[in-house]
């Protein structure tokens, strides 16, 4: 994929209020923990996640997604009237039917003749809507678009919890699958886009590549109960192993597509899972650590809006310069793989 016509006006970003550390969930868990004999301190020494963020109980993703739309257009300077599509692309949504963009678009008093419908496609979500308002923009469809999203990792967290200590039948090994599900965080971010005819950034988006290893869909899966509420089982290691893989061969053709050496990248920002990923994803594809820019360790994995919200945290901070080559990695669980790349 490549563009000439389509740049990045905003990421931004809104971060819940409510902060549980690593330490309270293992206090919570010491019924487990004093069973399965397992030694306190271990959920942020394998994930680097010392704490993540929580909603306040019953906060509507739609309601919450409206904010973050808001203040993406406010931030952007683009006047609403030319906003031609509105994307939600969050692992969460308010409903099976309508979508959840439609209660956004309500909410941020979107225009009539704005385009709105849900995305899914796990923690990639907001890559993926980033690639398709793009291709909108590129085709002269709609001269601005926003893609929003929203986690709410409440239920699953106390789900998961819950199954650790109540769930006799588990074991120091079959436990391993639950351990991701404590690492997940809640927040709400949102991308602008626009046609290079009315940007006010040019801030370009250059194209980007995507690849999928369908053959790890079965790695980390999500369901919902009615009894339990929210359960993920993530085979951690495989997950690990086979995403890096997948995004070892997409490197090479993101570089091919956007034009670059792997030495012209000034600054990247990724999908945020844990420390051992980000080496482990670094080292493979051969780029030094010290261009990534982290939020993982207090804000934790955050689904489709880490990657976002990483880098809306990152240019409020300043850690982007005129002329710098961004690069968003994204790797979602399926598996997927999507790498944009900013200049």
């Not at 909108?136 to 001269?143: A, D, P, S, T």
């Not at 588990?170 to 436990?175: A, E, F, G, I």
């Not at 489709?304 to 005129?322: L, Y």
Request: hydrophobic share 40%; aromatic share 6%; with cysteine.
């Amino acid at each position: 994929m490549k563009y000439s016509h389509v740049c990045v006006e905003c990421f931004t970003h809104i971060l819940p209020p409510e902060v549980v550390t690593s330490d309270e969930i293992e206090q919570r868990l010491a019924p487990a923990y004093e069973r399965l004999r397992l030694p306190a301190g271990r959920l942020e020494l394998m994930t680097g996640i010392a704490e993540r963020r929580l909603w306040r109980e019953g906060s509507g993703i739609g309601e919450v997604s409206a904010q973050t739309v808001s203040k993406a257009i406010e931030q952007s300077g683009i006047d609403k009237s030319l906003f031609g599509a509105l994307i939600h692309a969050s692992v969460c949504r308010d409903f099976m039917e309508p979508a959840t963009a439609a209660g956004t678009h309500f909410r941020a008093q979107m225009p009539a003749n704005c385009l709105i419908f849900d995305v899914s496609n796990a923690c990639l979500g907001i890559l993926d809507g980033m690639f398709l308002l793009a291709n909108m923009i590129e085709l002269g469809q709609i001269k601005a678009g926003v893609v929003v999203g929203t986690e709410n990792s409440r239920s699953l967290m106390e789900t998961t919890i819950k199954r650790f200590n109540t769930d006799m039948t588990l074991t120091r090994q079959s436990c391993k699958n639950l351990f991701a599900s404590l690492t997940i965080g809640s927040g709400s971010a949102a991308v602008v886009l626009t046609h290079d005819s009315i940007s006010k950034t040019g801030r370009r988006l250059l194209g980007g590549a995507c690849y999928t290893d369908s053959s790890g869909s079965k790695l980390c899966q999500s369901d919902e109960t009615s009894l339990e509420g929210d359960m993920m089982h993530t085979d951690s290691v495989k997950l690990l192993e086979q995403g890096v893989a997948a995004a070892a061969k997409c490197f090479p053709l993101f570089l091919n597509e956007v034009g670059w050496k792997k030495e012209d990248i000034s600054r990247t920002f990724c999908h945020q899972v844990g420390k051992a990923h980000t080496k482990l994803l670094f080292d493979t594809i051969g780029l030094n650590p010290e261009i990534d820019f982290t939020t993982m360790q207090y804000l934790g994995n955050t689904g489709s809006t880490a990657a976002p919200t990483t880098a809306s945290i990152g240019f409020e901070q300043g850690v982007v310069a005129p002329g710098d080559r961004v690069a968003l990695l994204g790797i979602g669980s399926g598996i997927n793989v999507m790498m944009l790349g900013l200049e």
